[in-house]
């Protein structure tokens, strides 16, 4: 954790870059680089994702780290995925309770 | 936005309707067609999900706009799934925090 | 419902002992097993899924049922999928809203 959940990001263009990105995104939350997992989600773009990579939606699973580093790292992920020229990016950020998040089968909080 | 995450829902058969759908949808929200998204995600339903096109689980990310919204948009969406064969619709809503919701790096609220 | 979403879980393994896991966790929830869906996510894990079932990442939606069952529920399903060579498991518990959970077009409360 963070989880980063992707769609409209090609799998390809967002591996070459993610060493770089975990990196920065771990400065923002004062973590290790290791915590964070990022998976492109694989699905049928029905409808309002026009052309390629045009829209990318991408959800972050994490405990809640207070408006400036959501900010920080909602400004790291969107320019990290414009620079793979994608034009439009919407981030929402679902803040986990720690008791209701489980380790191995043991709550963190 | 609002978001629709569809499983058990072919996408081939929802692309033909997305349309009409979405138009539908955007008189109970009072915005415009081109603010929603529909994706079907691909996966391997393991356990629950009998036979094709028996039971669709629906996501829908927005942000909260009362019981009459999400009753009338709950059941055009569940109208029109049922009319592309699937017998079992289930719909969970979920509302998104503004200041949690960045387009292009900005808060939404 | 309860709904299980798994990352990192190969579908086949799990579809093996899907109906054993449905059983025990009816208990733990005091439902019907077949109330449960489970659905393996199809998706490009970019980061932080090193080598093959190493890291296991589970999203459970339901209606709350307290720390008890939320506990027992994270043990049975982190032994399950332990027990399918994974080494790493993290469940997070979504707690749906009954009225913004709609079944058939109507509300669940």
Redesign the interface.
């Known amino acids: ?1 963070p ?1 980063l ?1 992707l ?1 409209g990001v090609p ?1 390809e263009k ?2 070459a870059v ?2 770089p ?2 990196e920065e995104l771990a400065v923002v939350c004062g973590c290790g680089a ?16 026009e052309g390629d990579a045009s ?1 990318a ?1 991408i959800e972050v ?1 994490w405990f809640e780290r207070g ?1 400036e580093a ?2 920080q790292f ?2 790291t992920v ?2 990290c995925v414009r620079r793979l020229g994608v034009r ?9 309770r720690e ?7 043991k ?1 963190a909080g």
Request: aromatic content about 16%.
């Open positions: 954790m989880h959940l769609r799998a967002l591996q993610s060493g990105l975990a290791d915590n964070f997992t990022m998976s492109c989600m694989q699905a049928d773009n029905v409808y309002g994702y829209f939606f699973g408006q959501r900010g909602a400004e969107t320019n439009e990016v919407e981030i929402v950020f679902h803040a986990y008791d209701s998040y489980y380790i191995n089968g709550p």
